[in-house]
């Protein structure tokens, strides 16, 4: 599958690694440009690209910066994509440690939900709940035990099981929480965030979890 890249971070690089490995052919990028990610593209035989080329024919767009960078992304960044892709957001909001107050997000707007107003493609929320170094380490083989499960939301069955595919691919179970309106239950702060949960228990920590922000992810 044509995979494109928005971001080269934790996140990022960890899946350009993990989905070359599997056999995707990736293109990624950062805000700082292609010669900024001539190692990673050496490392991984990955195609370092400018952001605003890196949908460009792609099935499925991952898009993972920062929060608070949304909005900063061109118009129109995704609309290269092949016919009937598929886009993801990873983020998280951190008002405290990163983001800074976001206010619609502030007025109770779901994140994956304004982040999918702000690209204007509907996306699936995935690969938020994991901490990047978890994500490219601990993947294991189906079946094996111990295996995490990672959730997904989404409001299309197809862009969701195309997210479900490269993540048992690399080594996760997956869970799916239902909408996108039902996402805060992946989101930072409720008891399955970062937890590293097998399937079983993911799903109990996700009928646990409270609709309300923690007090640590909200502004003030
Ligand atoms: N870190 C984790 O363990 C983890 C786990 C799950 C989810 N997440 C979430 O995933 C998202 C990404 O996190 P991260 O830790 O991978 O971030 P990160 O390490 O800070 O990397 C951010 C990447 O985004 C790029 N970027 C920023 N603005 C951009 C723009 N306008 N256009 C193109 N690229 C841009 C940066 O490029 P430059 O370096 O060139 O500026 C950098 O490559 C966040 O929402 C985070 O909360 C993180």
Known sequence: MKIGIIGAGNIGGALTRLFTKAGHQVAVANSRGPHTLADLAAETGATAVEAADAAQGADLVIVTIPQKHIPA?????????????????????????RDGAIDEIEAGALESEWVQRQLGKPVVKAFNNIGAASLFENGKPAGSPGR???????????????VAGVIEEIGFDVVDVGPLSESWRQQPGTPGYGADFGAERLRVALGEAG???????RAQ
Do not use: H, M, Q, W
């Not at 061109?74 to 983020?91: C, K, M, S």
């Not at 995490?148 to 195309?162: F, M, Q, R, T």
């Not at 609709?211 to 992810?217: G, V």
């Open 148 to 162: 995490i499960a990672l959730p997904i939301s989404g409001d299309d069955a197809a862009a969701k099981a195309v």
């Open 211 to 217: 609709r309300e922000r923690t007090e640590a992810f």
């Open 73 to 97: 992304l061109p118009a129109g960044i995704l609309d290269g994509a092949a016919e009937g892709a598929t886009f993801v957001d990873t983020g998280n909001y951190y008002p405290r440690e």
